[in-house]
């Protein structure tokens, strides 16, 4: 049932787990557009959401693991080495937040013990919180959300922190392949404390997935058969590395390709796709490339062929969308909205409970930020008070949190 709409603050405020190269690329991105008031800025799909621009998110706690992020200001943190993305707002003052010694659990692979110690983590001998502990920090910081930037294949980690914003009370978004907003069980949690949830695996503004969506979409809208495709990536930065854990890949490889294969005309047999992390190149830091090859057949059954290359900045591609989901969880907030938010879940994720197509998932998120229906009528409750979530078209697919990649 939902419960009255909180008292709204003219700031965001968040708490980060894991102060890698994505938390640095948003928390730049914070400061670097601040509250610019021109229309034509370069880079955000929203100046403002529900009155909130890029500045009004303020980070009030973080954690991690690593000793050379561990008790530190979050203004230096978010610099230390191994992080490696681009730098295009160095001059962040001290924002007063000092970085807490997280839960390690499943967070850290051994394998990560085998490479220079600019390439990977270094955990911290500090000593680890227990939950009781995460959630005290939580409230003392006044923390409205936590955002998940935890390592793929934080499993455990992952449902620890997501059990300790249940008991802060805190919204939840969960940037990583771990399946929390597309697991019923999880998200009937945060529905019954109504607290908002977004998820799973947050997309790129401009990535490998997004794009290789809209081109499984062109096929099946202009008639052409799509038969095989591959998407190959790869990177130097410590995602990557850490990928390189085979056992850690399960869930990414079934959220990249579910993203894929849930736009297509007709699923392709697993022998008929292939979407997933590659290889590490340490030179290329925090560049991922990515190639994507499509083979079909289109009028007289002729067949073609189509390749790209695409290369990005892969944290600041990331942080592009996660301002976005930020305030679109302060907006449910605010509304009084609780559970998982799937207009922005599913515009913002490659695994969300609900699968629809870009465009459409584009056309609910527009109307869950506006407040109205895709008539343009008002959000409602079912209790009939103003502002409900809405889910006004049918779903393309609806994901199973345990769905298993025998059938992509």
Not at 129 to 146: M, R
Request: proline share 5%; glycine share 8%; hydrophobic share 35%.
């Amino acid at each position: 049932m939902n419960q009255a709409k909180r008292p709204s603050s003219n700031k965001v405020k968040i708490a980060i787990l894991g102060m890698g190269n994505c938390a640095s690329s948003l928390i730049q991105g914070i400061h670097f557009y601040g509250n610019a008031e021109q229309e034509d800025i370069i880079g955000l799909m929203h100046r403002e959401i529900g009155g909130y621009k890029p500045g009004d998110i303020e980070v009030v706690a973080a954690f991690d693991v690593d000793a050379r992020k561990v008790g530190k200001d979050v203004a230096k943190a978010i610099f230390a080495e191994p992080n490696c993305t681009k730098v295009f707002c160095p001059n962040i003052p001290a924002l007063g937040v000092i970085v807490k010694m997280g839960q390690v659990l499943d967070g850290f692979s051994d394998h990560m013990k085998n490479y220079e110690d600019k390439n990977t983590f270094v955990l911290s001998e500090e000593a680890q919180p227990d939950k009781d502990e995460v959630v005290q920090v939580l409230h003392d910081s006044g923390a409205e959300i936590l955002v998940n930037y935890l390592p793929v294949g934080s499993e455990k980690a992952t449902r620890f922190y997501a059990e300790c914003a249940l008991e802060a009370g805190l919204g939840f978004i969960n940037n990583i392949p771990v399946f929390i907003a597309s697991d019923p069980k999880w998200a009937d949690r945060f529905q019954d404390k109504n607290l908002p949830l977004i998820g799973d695996d947050i997309k790129s503004q401009l990535g490998a997935t997004i794009v290789h969506r809209t081109l499984t979409d062109l096929f099946k809208k202009r008639g052409v058969k799509l038969e095989n495709t591959y998407q190959l990536n790869t990177g130097g930065n410590t995602d990557f590395l850490n990928m390189l854990n085979r056992h850690r890949l399960a869930s990414k490889k079934t959220s990249k390709t579910e993203a894929v294969q849930s736009v297509m005309a007709k699923r392709l047999d697993a022998e008929n796709i292939h979407v997933g992390p590659s290889d590490h190149v340490p030179w290329q830091k925090d560049n991922k490339v990515c190639f994507i090859r499509m083979e079909g057949k289109l009028f007289g059954d002729v067949a073609m062929n189509l390749e790209m290359r695409l290369s990005v900045e892969d944290s600041p591609n990331s942080a592009g969308v996660a301002i976005d989901t930020i305030r679109c969880t302060k907006l449910a907030l605010d509304r009084g909205l609780g559970g998982v938010l799937i207009p922005p879940s599913s515009y913002f994720c490659k695994h969300p409970p609900q699968q629809f197509t870009d465009d459409e998932a584009y056309n609910m998120t527009e109307a869950f930020i506006n407040g109205t229906d895709l008539e343009g009528g008002e959000l409602r409750r079912q209790d009939g008070d103003a502002v409900e979530e809405i889910l006004p078209l049918k779903p393309v697919v609806k994901v199973r949190a345990d769905s298993k990649n025998t059938n992509c």
